[in-house]
């Protein structure tokens, strides 16, 4: 089977030299991953962000280019070109990052 490029969401909890800010409770890793199927791409994924001193706590997948842009996803060329360079290097390629802060403030 072909190798795919498959859209993740990838929520990290904090660890020592993960390199997110200081105040942050974690954060969200939009990433395009290649693997012959979806399970493959996550793998590879939570296995390079353990490396990466990350702690990766969730992932939900969004499936291949095709997939989403059958269910409509607007997919601009920046996205399309960190895809392609995932595929093209069998990579895991993190395209943001959103770091997580709790809210300091009590709501009323």
Known sequence: ??????????????????GLPRRATGAGLLCYASGKDEDEAVRETVAILKQAEMAPLDVTGYGTLEEREAEGHEIGEED?????????????????????FADERPQH
């Open 80 to 100: 399309r070109a960190l895809m392609q360079r995932a595929l093209d290097e069998n990579a895991v390629i993190v395209a943001q990052i959103e770091p997580f």
């Open 1 to 18: 089977m072909a190798q795919q490029v498959y859209t993740l969401l990838v929520q990290v909890g904090r660890s020592e030299g993960d």
